[in-house]
């Protein structure tokens, strides 16, 4: 069989999925202390006292691969379902075939000036086709219906900027003691109520270790459930049929098509219902259970997506397997392995930032007055949520978090869910290795892994080049060719940048075995642009040409450019790692000179008139359509990247405080998030804080705390957390900062279990707003230079023996 690039071992672990087997990472192989004491509600449990009106209101549970949004309804409960490979479509490759042709005109264009004219050519020419890539899907919903009562209303019109699927109904009898509420500690969605004397309870958790979303009601004593199930889906061929014996019913189809790509992948959600003291039938499409103490609904779903090129694979078999492991197991040991597998990950990282007025009330009042700065524990929540949503939705074997994470409920959501690698997807995964969370980017890898195979098409049928080369945004076909429009899509950057997360991964872990295995990634897409660089006729530098500074138009006829500051970053960036990889590898010692020259070769960084870091070759920064755009891409030098820094490079450091005070602290959510990451960066808590402020408040939260775009995007989130943990610890490959950017607002607090690069761990107590001490626990024996203010000390370390350092250390 040809090599396809999908990784075989990825194709063994899907296999196996079909007798339950585990994305759980192994207790054994990932086990660390956990934080002593039980974790404070206030930073750990999201809880509401009534049921979701609308989609972002609702409960997310998830397992890596599959999840529900958990709604709360009392009579009639929607639980919304996801699994990973749902997308529109099937494999595809879009690369127009008279892009090569086309593309020294539009490089010469560029270079006269002529932008417009370049753009109207690369939209004729270079772009994608189809100029769409695929959408994420929904499978469906699971409905719960509570026998005899009221059907359910349609569901409202959603506010602007809001998705609403659920209207819940007036209870047909008084309820009191209504509470619904997420643990993230324990990975449990729960909801209790009390009816006519009789207490009820719904649980929903998603399982990484037996593969289904498992659901237990239970009604204290002298009551029964008596609830009907039923699947819906908005997906146009799949219809609901009998499973095997009275208590299954399967949700079957084929995906959609879209763009004019077909359908190509089978699916199935099945449901299995069982019934303790009582009974389940099977009545046209529904299960009805009757008279039970207690009922386990169990929920697996799959397709026939194997890998981007293979669609062979059997969900029935899948599915049915799943469902038979977690039946013999029961709820009650599912639940134990989920919050086990969970807690593996999660009590890593604990954060006290102090608890403020406010604490216990619901969540959603806490966000609705989160701007005001009086609630330091919602900011841990929020840092903790984050760390949660990521286990949830990007395990190993699992698909990378896309724009939503992993849920969604439309067939078409918001920029079609994909993966928007000039900065969605790549926040994602900031806060992965600084919060000890390393596994979660393993799916992020696997996807770069078929990325340079998908690639290397492009690259050569496109640019006659050698390497690989992925644009703006990929879907799960592994699409690299430029999409949308030229003023978005004309941009070869992008799998440049997720390799510096392959590089990253290693500088956190230092394992040379994971270098080995991608430092053929790495090296390729160095070596597309050592092939595709243009040398400016102007200033002798090397640029790329065509680019673009992500969709943001420069004021002189389009997006369209030669060599924005971003492109310089990233590049210069890759060369580097490259050459470093080859280094410490012991190969490629001609190919690491050759990246290493190239590299001195970018163009630098200017400082323009009004004191700012150049977004372009041109100082043109005034001039653009929009000096207050989201994008802040021109500032990737300094987060997440270290090229420019407040203590080795003060010039540039104070152009890029000057971009950031022209384009504004407020802006759309992960926009925002990135905003907060910089100002810590250039260490300012004060004004950091300020923003974070901004961002988990009403306008950028949702009553969920998913982050509001608006819409809905799960970027905001990760790229929230992230700009925490650069707020208390930083690093670089050679020294760890405590506390570079601690704001007035935190004067007293606690971190454990941060992560820095070399893969040291730190825990830090700090008293009215200075170093108290700092444990720092090596991963290898040698020295770390660990930083608090501006001193530095040199600890001379062994491996896992943890070092001590207190305030009078740094005096």
Sequence with gaps: MPDTGCDISRRDALAALSVGASLAVPVAAAARPASAGEPDPASTLLWYAQPATSWVEALPVGNGRIGAMVHGGIEHEHIQLNEDTMWAGGPYDPVSPEALAALPEVRRLVFAGRFAEAQALVGEKLMARPVRQMPYGTIGTLVI?????????????????????????????????????????????????????????????ASPVDQVVAIRLTAGRGGTIDVDLSLTTPV???????????????????????????????????????????????????????????????????????????????????????????????????????????????????????????????????????????????????????????????????????????????????????????????????????????????????????????????????????????????????ATAPIDGPAFGMWPTGGAWLCTHLWDHYDYGRDTAYLASV??????????????????????????????????????????????????????????????????LGTDAELARQFLATRERLAPYKIGQQGQLQEWQADWDGDAKDIHHRHVSHLYGVFPSRQIDAVATPALAAAARRSLDIRGDEATGWATAWRIALWARLRDGNRAHRILRFLIGPKRTYPNMFDAHPPFQIDGNFGGAAAIAEMLVSSTPDEIILLPALPDAWPSGEVKGLRVRGGHRVAMIWRNGHLVSATVTPAMAGTINVRSGTITRTLHVEASQPVRVTAASFA
């Design 519 to 584: 430092y053929p990634l790495i090296r390729d897409a160095a070596l597309f642009f050592v092939d595709t660089l243009q040398q400016d006729p102007t200033t002798g530098f090397l640029v790329t040409n065509p680019s673009l500074s992500p969709e943001n138009n420069h004021g002189h006829g389009s997006s369209i450019c030669a060599g924005p500051t971003m492109d310089m970053a990233i590049i210069r960036d890759l060369l580097g790692q490259a050459a470093q990889a080859a280094a410490i």
């Design 236 to 478: 146009k061929q799949a219809q609901v049929v009998a499973g095997r014996g009275d208590g299954e019913i399967v949700l079957a189809g084929r995906n959609d098509a879209s763009n004019g790509i077909a359908g190509a992948l089978r699916f199935e959600a099945r449901v299995k219902a069982v019934a303790t003291g009582g009974q389940v039938r099977h009545e046209a499409g529904r299960l009805s259970v009757r008279g039970a103490r207690e009922c386990v609904v169990l929920v697996a779903m799959a397709t026939s997506y194997r890998c981007f090129d293979d669609v062979s694979g059997d969900p029935t078999a899948i599915t049915s397997g799943q469902i038979d492991a977690a039946a013999r197991r029961g709820y009650a040991r599912i639940a134990r392995n989920t919050t086990a597998a969970h807690r593996t990950l999660f009590r890593r990282v604990s954060l006290d930032l102090g608890r403020g007025e406010g604490a216990a009330r619901p969540t959603d009042h806490r966000i609705r007055d989160g701007e005001g700065g009086g609630d330091p524990s919602l900011a841990a929540l929020y840092f903790n949520y984050a760390r949660y949503m990521l286990i949830a939705c990007s395990r190993p074997g699992s698909q990378p978090a896309n724009l939503q994470g992993l849920w969604n409920d439309t067939p078409n959501p918001p920029w079609g869910g994909k993966y928007t690698i000039n900065i969605n997807t790549q926040m994602n995964y900031w806060p992965a290795e600084p919060t000890d969370l390393p596994e979660c980017v393993e799916p992020l890898v696997a996807m770069v892994r078929d990325l340079a195979v998908t690639g290397a098409r492009t690259a050569r049928a496109m640019y006659g080049a050698r390497g690989w080369v992925c644009h703006h945004n990929t879907d799960l076909w592994r």
């Design 145 to 205: 219906d509570s026998a005899g009562a009221p059907a359910a209303p349609a569901p409202a019109a959603a506010p602007k900027g809001l998705r609403s699927d659920v209207t819940p109904a007036e209870p047909s009898r008084p309820i009191a003691g209504y509470r619904r509420e997420l643990d993230l500690d324990a990975a449990v969605a729960a909801t209790r109520w009390t009816a006519g004397g009789i207490a009820y309870r719904r649980e929903v958790i």
